[in-house]
Nanobody
Framework: EVQLVESGGGLVQAGGSLRLPCAASGFTFSSYAMSWVRQAPGKRLEWVPAIDSGGGRKSYEDSVKGRFTISRDNAKNTVYLQMNSLKPEDTAVYYC???????????WGQGTQVTVSS
């Protein structure tokens, strides 16, 4: 059974930090690109950062550049999102997403809520 399990969400004050791990199982994690996707109430999905299967290439949405860092540990089947200098507009449900670069098979986690108070 494929599982992506996010954790680490919660309530934090503006300017604070959170680290979100996403533990993967049931598929070959090291073959998949990973992303974090967020959705704020009433807004569309927003791809925030992405990382390739080997961890060598990363991309970030402009609003989080310099504040968020994506990383992965293929030995632990885990991808991380380090979020610093959090802003109220970062409030959203954060989902972990996996996609195979060739087959385009993809999986979603259940999401974790991040709330940033002003």
């Amino acid at each position: 059974e494929v599982q992506l399990v996010e954790s680490g969400g919660g309530l934090v004050q503006a300017g604070g930090s959170l680290r979100l791990p996403c533990a993967a199982s049931g598929f070959t994690f090291s073959s998949y690109a990973m992303s974090w996707v967020r959705q704020a109430p009433g807004k569309r999905l927003e791809w925030v950062p992405a990382i390739d299967s080997g961890g060598g290439r990363k991309s970030y949405e402009d609003s989080v550049k310099g504040r968020f860092t994506i990383s992965r540990d293929n030995a632990k089947n885990t991808v991380y999102l380090q979020m610093n200098s959090l802003k109220p507009e970062d409030t959203a449900v954060y989902y972990c997403h996996a996609e195979h670069p060739v087959t385009r098979t993809n999986y979603w986690g259940q999401g974790t809520q991040v709330t940033v108070s002003s």
